[in-house]
């Protein structure tokens, strides 16, 4: 019997079609209004969408795979800071898991951790993130911290006789001594931030007034990081939250950033082009978590379907073709063009080969987003694919994932 | 004319004014407590939210301290929260200059802005010692010196980058396939002793153009720096006269920077108790100031400044009679600093023996008094009094309970504000915080200088 999978939505701004914004159904000059996010997330939370991945990048042209993307006119540009766009959603919705993208290459780890486990308490519970190394050249000009001032990765970057152009395309990782630093950098930031998040106990406060003490300060950590690319030595300045750890994932398709996620992540995002290609993967991830894995949970494995959704399949030809015309689409992602019932036809055939969910990229925004909520959840509930939810408050519960237990508690039990 | 007085409302902090030990106090961190603060913030016309910024735990003698409340949000991540549960108070947060970069603050800033309609505002502060450092990628990696030239740049950049962006920069044209316009955005390019950045802005323009900009700091470094780039001045001046000064002062350098002094506003921190007579609220102040110096705080203080251990003290009894731990150290500086502290206990003991303070009397003094202490009315009379008379344009005000310190506030003061025309009786005044704080809209693109 197949098992039940989750359903997640990936968002990027008009959608994840080039040419999406032209379309009749974009709303291309909302891209950065708070209705436009709203709209549509809560139409996702509505439908029982298991969370949502915001996109984001520390440069115009984000992390496409296109050489002139910072300087082209043709595309949807601008956004917002997919954290804060996260928190926002926050109190507006009731049930979704919201998982921005961070960056791991440039920003603070500590404010990335502190605005995580924020986020968590803002959501009740529902936070996550997609962590993704952005070390590619116009990021670095953007944030322009003077070498010698600087530690770690930036100064890596300097020293790369590599060219900018290899961080916009494709690329063999574990062929780049840069983008093998950057991901050694993401692993340690991952772990930053779970370690800050368990810094406080569960615990800490005792607001005791027999002793006066508001603290028990025996039960807050100072981290003591000391890293290849940065070091953190104090607390988070955040109680442990909700979760106790945000939900981490990471999006990947070849060998290093697999092993990242089998090594530090909680879901992965795997880009398999049907079903059979999916087997290649998961054994490598095997694989890597067998020599790797630190998490005591299972790493979750979610399938990336990019979708273009109409009600017949000579509409959706019709729309695909519309959409090519105007702009090719590059993409790491297996392509659905179909009705909601093909859609659901993949995530079958996905399901019946092991992941434990898939995440829906919607081609066009709304458009495809509204589409997935109103019709792909519905049948694939109706053909009994989709995971109940089973009314857990906290997403890691959601995902049949225990609360972790702080790090530090761990350790005087053991002690 | 009647001036019309500004409010801001400061979320309780993480320190003793913030009374944890009342059986009413609720929780410091829980969204539930950020949203109550900002409903009634709202519900009493409060020109903005203001919230401090986190970068470390407080320690006190090399571990955490414990005494007071502890354990805050990212001030980013809760603005923009709040933006989802309000709908015209401004949403205003301490970042440090010092320990973000340009690009990503101003992106995050733009983004609140975008998300609230245009109610961003950002208190900018510096910093530049190592315990905070510790926790960020550089560590204390800027001169002290620096720290105000890091932060006039950080501005300039910032605001550079805010108006990179031409407001008619979108056309998107389905038709045509043109989403940008040709140089719709400038490339922000800076090169200096700090920064070398070659940056092009990918948040578009937001609603204020820029957030308001508040400072904090009081030096002349600081003042200088809120005459250049501030909108609000967060001050510490609330005795009438000296308020009065440093009005003066700060409003007189604006003519220097082209500015009128409705451009700059000055809303100092204060604190507030309120009772049905002068008296009872005289009383409450008192109580309320020994729940903030409990006897455990007061030794806590003198410690701090001692440098030594205090706790077989009474806090009832006498200052110590011991010499400060002035450390080891052969530091440069440490003759001055070794000056300084013995300076000040000299100064605290003939402040204690001259008004016959106990321990917990003397941090009572220089910690837990309150600024306005009265019935409503007086309160509100006071208040104004310092409006109409050009000692501020205003205050942020700090409730000693967290999170519903600021309600009876709301409840009992601002309609008496209200009734003597001083104070604003809708949110009509303005879609913006801009509009809400009487400053000139960012409508033209700030010059791209350097």
């Known amino acids: 019997m197949t098992e039940r999978v989750h359903i997640a939505v990936g968002l990027d701004g008009a959608g994840w079609h080039p040419a999406a914004w032209r379309e009749e159904t974009a709303r291309p000059t909302e891209l950065t209004t708070p209705g436009y996010w709203r709209d549509q997330v809560r139409a996702a939370d509505a439908a029982g969408v298991v969370f949502a991945t915001l996109e984001d990048a520390l440069s115009l042209g984000g992390r496409t795979y296109e050489p002139d993307a910072e300087t082209r006119l043709d595309r949807a540009r601008g956004r917002l800071d997919a954290l804060l766009l996260a928190s926002f959603l926050a109190p507006l919705t009731e049930r979704i898991g919201l998982v921005p993208t961070l960056t791991t290459t440039h920003p603070e780890p500590f404010h990335l951790a502190t605005g995580l486990q924020t986020l968590d308490y803002a959501s009740r519970g529902r936070a996550g993130a997609r962590f993704v190394a952005g070390a590619n050249e116009q990021e670095r000009a953007n944030f322009g911290r003077r070498i010698g001032d600087s530690t770690g990765l930036d100064a890596i970057v300097q020293a790369s006789t590599e060219a900018s152009a290899e961080a916009s395309t494709p690329l063999r990782i574990e062929q780049s001594a840069h983008w093998r630093a950057a991901f050694r950098e993401a692993g340690d930031v991952i772990e930053a931030v779970r370690a800050l998040a368990d810094s406080w106990e569960d615990d800490a406060i005792v607001r005791d007034l027999a002793t006066g003490r508001f603290l028990d300060r025996d039960r807050v950590h100072n981290v003591d990081i000391d890293g290849e690319f940065f070091s953190i030595t104090g607390a988070s300045i955040v109680p442990r939250s909700p979760q106790g750890q945000p939900l981490v994932t990471v999006l990947a398709h070849q060998t290093v950033p697999y092993r990242l996620a089998a090594q530090h992540a909680d879901v992965v995002f795997v880009t398999p082009q049907d079903a059979a290609g999916l087997a290649p993967i998961v054994a490598e991830l095997d694989a890597a978590s067998a020599e790797l894995r630190g998490e005591p949970e299972r790493l979750r494995v979610f399938a990336d379907l990019l979708v273009v959704i109409e009600p017949t399949r000579a509409a959706a030809d019709q729309t695909w073709a519309r959409l090519q015309e105007r702009a090719t689409l590059a993409t790491d992602a297996r392509v659905v063009v179909g009705t909601a019932g093909d859609v659901v036809d993949e995530i079958h055939a996905l399901a019946a080969a092991g992941v434990d969910g898939v995440r829906l990229r919607p081609a066009r925004q709304p458009a495809d987003l509204f589409a997935i909520a109103d019709q792909v959840l519905p049948r694939a509930a109706a053909a009994g694919i989709l995971a109940v939810d089973n009314g857990a408050p906290t997403l890691r519960e959601r995902l049949g994932l225990p609360r972790p237990v702080s790090r530090y508690t761990r350790q005087e039990t053991r002690a | ?450």
């Open chain 2, 1 to 450: 004319m009647t001036r019309q007085i500004h409010l801001a409302a400061h979320f309780p902090g993480v320190n003793n004014h913030t009374v944890w030990t009342d059986p009413t106090a609720g929780s410091q961190i829980d969204f539930a407590s950020f949203e109550h603060f900002a409903r009634n913030a709202e519900k009493g016309l409060f020109d903005y939210l203001f919230l401090a910024e986190g970068l470390r735990l407080r320690e006190h003698r090399g571990r955490i301290h414990d005494l007071d409340v502890i354990g805050r949000p990212n001030t980013l991540a809760i603005l923009a929260a709040l933006a989802a549960v309000t709908d015209h108070i401004g949403l205003v947060g301490t970042l440090s200059t010092t320990f973000n970069e340009p690009y990503e603050l101003a992106r995050q800033l733009a983004t609140l802005d975008h998300l609230s309609g245009g109610r961003a505002g950002w208190n900018a502060v510096t910093s530049s010692d190592a315990f905070h450092g510790a926790n960020f990628r550089r560590g204390g990696y800027l001169a002290h010196p620096d720290r105000y030239v890091r932060a006039e740049q950080f501005a300039e950049i910032s605001k550079a980058l805010w108006s990179s962006w031409r407001d008619d920069a979108i056309v998107a044209d389905a038709t045509s396939g043109e989403f940008l316009r040709d140089d719709a955005i400038a490339r922000v390019q800076r090169t200096t002793r700090l920064f070398d950045i070659d940056a092009v802005f990918d948040v578009p323009a937001s609603p204020q153009g820029r957030p308001v900009i508040v400072q904090a700091g009081d030096s002349a470094d600081g003042r200088d720096f809120a005459t250049a780039h501030a909108d609000v001045i967060f001050s510490l001046h609330t005795e009438f006269e000296d308020a009065q000064q440093f009005y003066r002062d700060v409003k007189g350098r604006l003519a220097a920077h082209g500015r009128d002094e409705d451009s700059l506003k000055i809303l100092p921190g204060a604190s507030f108790v309120l009772g049905d007579t002068d008296a009872e609220a005289r009383e409450r102040s008192r109580e309320i100031a020994l729940a903030q110096v409990r006897p455990e705080t007061a030794i806590t203080y003198l410690e701090q400044i001692w440098n030594r251990d205090f706790s077989g003290y009474d806090a009832d009894g006498p200052l110590p009679d011991v010499e400060p731990d002035t450390g080891s150290e052969s530091a440069q500086g440490f003759a001055n600093r070794h000056a300084a502290i013995r300076g000040r206990i000299a100064q605290l003991r003939e402040l204690a023996a001259a008004e016959n303070f106990s321990i917990r009397d003397l941090v009572i003094h220089l910690t837990a008094k309150h600024t306005f202490v009265g019935t409503p009315q007086h309160v509100a009379s006071e208040i104004d009094r310092y409006v109409q008379q050009r000692a501020t344009d205003g205050f942020t005000l700090i409730g000693h309970l967290s999170p519903h310190g600021l309600d009876e506030f709301t409840e009992r003061v601002v309609p008496l504000l209200q009734e003597r025309g001083s104070y604003r009786t809708s949110y009509d005044d303005g879609e913006t915080l801009h509009d809400l704080l009487g400053l000139a809209p960012v409508t033209a693109r700030e010059p791209v200088v350097r």
